[in-house]
């Protein structure tokens, strides 16, 4: 199976930074089917980004994803209070789907 | 809107078997889509257990295949986890969600927390 690396376990960060995020596969993902997701505690995980850049439905365009192969990156481009949250990637281009461990971004 | 929300004991003994049901709004699972569970163990990743289209045609992950049955009831709008002959390291919180092909999972539970302990 695809093992996702996300290299930066914590991102400490100030609204209005940019931040930056990385996700590693072990080999190339499918037709970029590579995904994005928030979490919060005790929440849902929210879809941000699908097929490695596309934004889902009702995503702010502060995220943004790209990348192709094996090297994926996820964008935003100006924190918000709101986006301090863990942040996890996940391929679904091969079987089983898999996920990172999580990248989690906080308030510097 | 669609929702999912996980149901079950939160607590399963050991060799027991773990059921969860998932019951979701805002959309007829009869209608499409693949339906997943996902568990994380602590201090662990995600990790796909497996996931059934609507016509009841399963995927399981092969790291737990002989253990998981996934099941769909549409006239409920629900489906269902078992997970046979728990140990502890099958304690997670399990989440469910919507699985697509092209979009990844695009709708999950808030996710439910299963302890195996006697």
């Known amino acids: 199976e695809i093992v996702l690396t996300q290299s930066q376990g914590t991102l400490s960060l100030s609204p209005g930074e940019r931040a930056t995020l990385s996700c590693r596969a072990s080999q190339s993902v499918s037709s970029s089917y590579l995904a994005w997701y928030q979490h919060k505690p005790g929440q849902a995980p929210r879809l941000l980004i699908y097929?490695?850049?596309s934004r889902a439905t009702g995503i702010p365009d502060r995220f943004s994803g790209s990348g192709s192969g094996t090297d994926f990156t996820l964008t935003i481009s100006r924190l918000e209070p709101e986006d301090f949250a863990v942040y996890f990637c996940?391929?679904?281009?091969?079987?089983?789907?898999?996920f990172g461990l999580g990248t989690k971004v906080e308030i510097k | 809107q669609v929702q999912l929300q996980e149901s079950g004991p939160g607590l399963v003994k050991p060799s027991e078997t773990l059921s969860l049901t998932c019951t979701v709004s805002?959309?007829?699972?009869?209608?499409?889509?693949?339906w997943a569970w996902i568990r994380r163990p602590p201090g662990k990743g995600l990790e796909w257990i497996g996931n059934i289209y609507h016509s009841g045609t399963t995927y399981y992950n092969p790291s737990l295949k002989s253990r998981v049955t996934i099941s769909v009831d549409t006239s409920k709008n629900q489906f269902s986890l078992q997970l046979s002959s728990v140990t502890a390291a099958d304690t997670a919180v399990y989440y469910c969600?919507?699985?697509?092909?092209?979009?990844?999972?695009?709708?999950w539970g808030q996710g439910t927390l299963v302890t195996v302990s006697s």
């Open positions: 805002g959309y007829s699972i009869g209608n499409g889509y693949y």
């Open positions: 969600a919507r699985h697509t092909t092209t979009r990844g999972c695009d709708y």
């Open positions: 996940q391929q679904y281009g091969s079987s089983p789907p898999t």
């Open positions: 097929g490695a850049s």
